[in-house]
């Protein structure tokens, strides 16, 4: 441990541009670690990042792949908007015959050139890797009303913030993601229906993939043109879910027919960056009216019998399990 002298000494040194010794040695070491660090099978874009940063709440859903020996494969793009990127990521355990001295890699002749690097791994699962942009944020709709009662614990930090400066935006996005991952976290171990948050390493987020096991993700609810009894069964589903929000103390803050899934049948609340704290915000009444609002609308639209009606009363039931008068 370096006395308070040496700490100031070393920094008066990086500001001038030198490295001080320490610096050197974590940097060769850095250099050797490369050198040692296990080859990549086929296909693989990374190790996994499992372990770093903040990992999702236990129990841990049986799919998730957890092991060490794990690599992470980015598939393609799911989605892309203003805030965030979303990718398909495979995370799978390698086998021998992923890197193509298995017993059988040079004698099988009938082995399929066209398969994914996973097709031989011993356990997969699919994940969503939803990317912020640092500098980007000055997009976020209204930013400003949602960031209320979120605070950070220096005065500098939240003066960066308040003044939108070049540092304030990047502590903007990494607030959001820090967000939705612990919201994501309670929501889930509530019994809302919300993907499980696997894990987030500064803007990162790497969360379940709603969809097939080809990648195909799930239509959004904004897609589907349901029939009457397909439409009140996807209201009665939302209306629990909601519920269940609202009990944790929360309302989306953005919810539209464009932010909800439906996965063969099973609705799931995506994207919830913004979710507001029914107890903190000092507007967080409006944001409830707004996504009740919302929703209602577009089940309106769609044919539901009584949708205001049914609307209102979902209001009163939201705000009466939220506790707020």
Not at 25 to 39: I, M, N, S, V
Not at 129 to 145: L, M, Q, S, T, V
Not at 247 to 257: I, K, V
Request: glycine residues 8%.
């Amino acid at each position: 441990m370096l006395s308070e002298q040496e700490q100031k000494a070393e920094r008066k040194l990086l500001r001038r541009g030198r490295l001080t010794d320490r610096e050197r040695d974590r940097l060769a070491a850095g250099r050797e670690d490369k050198l040692h660090e296990p080859t990549l099978p086929p296909g693989a874009d990374r190790w996994s990042t499992w372990g770093d940063g903040e990992l999702g709440p236990e129990p841990r859903p049986d799919w998730l792949v957890i092991s060490d020996g794990a690599v992470d494969s980015r598939l393609g793009v799911v989605k892309t908007g203003k805030e965030a990127d979303v990718h398909l990521v495979e995370r799978w355990v390698p086998s021998e015959d992923s890197y193509g001295f298995g017993e059988d890699a040079d004698t099988d002749q009938d082995q399929d050139v066209n398969a994914a690097p996973s097709a031989s791994a011993l356990a997969s699962c699919l994940l969503a890797e939803k990317i912020y942009r640092g500098n980007d944020h000055r997009n976020f709709h209204r930013d400003a009303g949602y960031l209320d009662g979120r605070r950070t614990r220096e005065s500098r930090l939240d003066r960066a913030v308040s003044n939108r400066t070049r540092f304030g935006l990047k502590v903007i996005a990494e607030q959001w993601a820090v967000a939705e991952f612990a919201a994501l976290g309670t929501l889930w171990a509530a019994g809302a229906p919300v993907p499980y948050p696997v894990q987030r390493v500064g803007t990162e987020l790497l969360i379940e993939f709603i969809g097939d096991p080809d990648g195909a993700a799930a239509p959004r609810l904004a897609a589907l043109r349901p029939d009457l009894d397909e439409l009140a069964d996807l209201w009665g589903q939302l209306r629990a879910g909601l519920g269940y929000v609202a009990r944790a103390g929360f309302t989306h803050g953005d919810l539209s027919a464009y932010n909800i899934l439906v996965h063969h049948g099973r609705l799931v609340l995506i994207d919830l960056p913004q979710i507001v704290d029914l107890a903190a915000n000092p507007h967080s009444g409006e944001y409830l009216s707004r996504d009740i609002a919302n929703v209602t609308s577009w089940f309106a639209a769609r044919g539901l019998p009584d949708a205001d009606r049914r609307g209102a009363e979902l209001l009163d039931d939201l705000r009466y399990e939220a506790r707020l008068s």
